[in-house]
């Protein structure tokens, strides 16, 4: 810790302070104020050197910034549901303490992920937070540069230790890509000019005075309605309804603006699923519940998915009520929670929750795993459907044999280990794979192999959980695999259309033009050591009607190809460390 003098007094400095609450691309970052009477003391904890400590400027962020309110205090995620709330402005007593103070500041926050590269592609994991710039782009095209706040770097073992694992708990979305959990990058966190903390998209350019370094980040940020919409976005309740239900089983017509947390309650009923899903208190300025008027007004939806990945049932109920002041106060310090059931029905194993505010329009997402029943509470007849209630087919893309449902690309369950691919709409007559760290990607997909066989997609609904396009789209897999004897893989790729095959980001088969099945196979070759490595596939489908996308690999004294699975290849205690990392071109 360290000591400032500021206007009123001394304030403390925490030197290792690290992120608190993220929504995609933009967050509001929280630091409590406490103040005791009597010294004129203010202790206050903030990122490392962050210019807000002196309260000067914190007064003026509060005049500039929309806060969600005074008094609220993010309760860590770990706190047990009984754990204490601090109430807004109000007098709290330990025994045997002076009483206390407690307000609220909360400060715009945008944090960009940037992967820098050097010759050959190596990643670069030293520079240092005074050798970025960040320029907002504003108007004509004119930059102007923005204080960075932080920049923490985000090493491999990082990334993959926080990976899409805990979907089944309450979590936090920071927006990562596919791309960025398996290859190391920075987190580079600025507070943005008052243009740049509108609602709306913002278009960045990030830079470093480091010679001869590439930077590849995202460009873009959205920042939702901070304000109740002057007319409704849907003349119709069908058309509102709609457009939750293609939110929800594939994606929203705008990125997510404020951010959920959802879990699967274990409440001992195997005939029904039950879920606490809750508002993000970070995320309460992007909804209604800014205001003092304490209305909720919701609109969820609710998507389940089979093993195939194809969407089961679509659901949808609301929340329409004044919230007490008591209510109200709770939400400001925890969110705002809803628990929602509803019956087990076609085996589902994966939901994704919508919600949209009436009076913005802003929508956050979230998705759950939903375990299995236990087989020792079915009853004998239930065992062989795993206590499903059949009902109908998965819908599937058609071909004259039936062969590969189009969830063959991968499920929007997020799972440790598999191949994690980004989805993209791409532009119509694309004819080469894009570069997607421009881009914003729609969804994600996993998956332990990439076994799209040649099929045609006339008739077709899209990829369930993602997109309804069957033409125009790309995916952009990325992965770790783990190799225990040396020596050399041969690999064989076909695709329609075009696609790529990097293993450690060395490019090995390359089929990135528009082409069919027939003209779209390749082979190529790879020594490896034992231990870890990287997978990379870029793929993009162009016209229709027909797709496909398939990689197989040959092991050292094998004889014939197979299809690549990366838990043919599971991680290894004693596995060799990797080289120097390599970064996505």
Not at 265 to 280: K, M, Q
Not at 283 to 308: E, K, V
Request: proline share 8%; hydrophobic share 35%.
């Amino acid at each position: 810790m360290s000591r400032n003098q500021g206007i009123l007094g001394w304030t403390e400095e925490a030197s290792d302070t690290v992120f608190v609450r993220l929504i995609p691309n933009f967050r509001y970052t929280s630091h409590e104020l406490t103040g005791f009477p009597g010294n004129g003391l203010l202790d206050m904890a903030l990122p490392s050197k962050d210019v807000l400590c002196r309260l000067g400027t914190l007064l003026l962020a509060l005049v500039a910034v929309p806060a969600v309110g005074f008094g609220q205090t993010n309760t860590p995620l770990s706190s047990p549901p009984d754990a204490p709330l601090n109430r807004p402005l109000q007098e709290q007593r330990n025994a045997g303490e002076a009483a206390t103070y407690t307000m609220q500041v909360t400060t715009r926050e945008v944090v960009v992920e940037v992967v820098a590269t050097g010759s050959h592609g190596i990643a670069i994991t030293d520079l240092k937070q005074g050798e970025f710039q960040v320029f907002q782009v504003a108007a004509h095209g004119r930059k102007v540069e923005q204080r960075i706040a932080a920049v923490h770097r985000m090493d491999l073992e990082q990334t993959r230790t926080t990976s899409a694992t805990d979907a089944n708990d309450y979590l936090v979305a920071i927006g990562k890509t596919c791309a960025t959990r398996t290859t190391p990058y920075y987190a580079v966190a600025f507070h943005p000019s008052a243009e740049g903390g509108t609602s709306g998209n913002h278009e960045i350019v990030v830079t470093t005075s480091r010679e001869h370094i590439k930077l590849a980040f995202r460009h873009r940020y959205y920042i939702g309605v901070t304000a109740p919409l002057a007319a409704p976005l849907y003349k119709t309740a069908m058309q509102a309804n709609e457009a939750l239900k293609q939110a929800a089983c594939y994606h929203g017509d705008t990125p997510d603006a404020f951010n959920l947390s959802g879990r699967m309650l274990d409440t001992g009923d195997i005939e029904g699923v039950h879920f606490s899903v809750v508002i993000s208190a970070d995320s309460l300025a992007f909804t209604s519940l800014s205001d003092t008027p304490r209305h909720a007004q919701f609109d969820y939806g609710i998507c389940t998915f089979n093993a195939a990945g194809a969407p089961l049932h679509y659901l949808h109920t609301d929340e329409d009520r004044v919230l007490t002041v008591g209510q109200y106060a709770q939400t400001l310090s925890r969110g705002f929670q809803k628990l929602i059931a509803f019956r087990r029905s076609g085996d589902p194993v994966f939901a994704r929750f919508v919600v949209r505010d009436r009076q913005f329009g802003n929508l956050g997402s979230v998705g759950v795993v939903i375990p299995p029943v236990p087989a020792n509470l079915l009853q004998p007849e239930e065992r062989a459907t795993g206590g499903a209630i059949p009902v109908g087919s998965a819908v599937r893309l058609t071909d004259e044999n039936g062969n590969g449902p189009i969830s063959s690309f991968g499920l929007p369950v997020p799972r440790a280990g598999a191949l994690c691919g980004d989805v993209y709409e791409i532009p119509a007559g694309s004819s080469a794979l894009p570069e997607f760290w421009k881009m914003e990607p729609v969804g994600a997909l996993y998956t332990d192999t990439l076994d799209v066989q040649p099929q045609h997609i006339t008739g077709t609904i899209g990829i369930p959980g993602v997109t309804t396009r069957t033409a125009w789209f790309a995916i952009d897999y990325w992965g770790t695999f783990w190799v225990t004897r040396p020596g050399n893989y041969a690999f064989w790729m076909q695709s329609d259309d075009g696609s790529k095959l990097y293993i450690d980001e060395d490019t090995v088969i390359n089929l990135d033009w528009v082409h069919n099945s027939a003209n779209g196979f390749a082979t190529g070759q790879v020594k490896l050591e034992a231990g870890p490595h990287t997978i990379h596939v870029p793929y993009f489908q162009g016209p229709p009607d027909s797709v496909s996308l398939v990689l197989r690999v040959r092991s050292p004294g094998e004889a014939d190809y197979k299809p690549f699975d990366v838990q043919d290849f599971p991680p290894q205690s004693q596995a060799t460390p990797p080289g120097p990392p390599r970064a996505p071109r």
